[in-house]
């Protein structure tokens, strides 16, 4: 599985108080499926919900929420397009104390892996990225700061496939 480590990248990156302190954000992978027919040969789907705690956390909720979906809209877009798919990304948060929480996401994804044999008989694994949406066409990924009130809450990264 890629997904999990792509989006913990990501954040980190995008969030200044966790590039400081990485450890702060525990990634888990929960209810794990695997879909696979045997038209497909040895190809297969990874369905699991990934669940991201962030401990100690003192800032905005944008400044998570925001570098999320925009890692969400290239890597697992069906998630944001499809109004039946929307309520399935959640969130609790325990306040801690005045300034500080924790907060717990969880999101469903899902990873295709193409399994091919080469002329050699080896077999290989492609992680198949999702198709760029509409949304992508007119809006750009690159990143950029974040604002909220005023104040820089994010970095918002280029995505990485």
């Known amino acids: 599985m890629k997904k999990p480590q792509l989006l913990r990248q990501h954040l980190v990156a995008a969030m200044p108080s966790l590039a400081a302190d ?7 992978v929960d209810d794990g499926g695997l879909v696979a027919s045997f038209k497909a ?4 789907q990874y369905r699991y919900t990934l669940e991201l705690i962030l401990r100690d956390f003192a800032g905005a909720p944008e400044a998570v929420m925001v570098p999320l979906l925009q890692w969400l809209t ?4 069906e998630l944001l397009a499809n109004p039946e798919n929307r309520d399935k990304l ?6 801690l104390s005045d300034k500080l929480v924790d907060l717990a996401i969880k999101l469903p994804l899902t990873e295709r892996v193409r399994v091919v044999q080469d002329n050699a008989g080896a077999f290989q694994l492609e992680y198949l990225l ?5 949304w992508e066409h007119r809006h750009s990924l690159a990143g950029g700061l974040l604002f909220a009130d005023g104040e820089v809450v994010a970095t918002l990264p280029a995505i990485v496939e």
């Open 41 to 44: 040969g040895l190809s297969f």
């Open 90 to 95: 959640s969130f609790v948060v325990d306040v």
């Open 22 to 28: 990485p450890e702060r954000l525990l990634v888990f």
């Open 130 to 134: 999702e198709p760029p949406t509409e």
């Open 74 to 77: 290239r890597h697992q877009p």
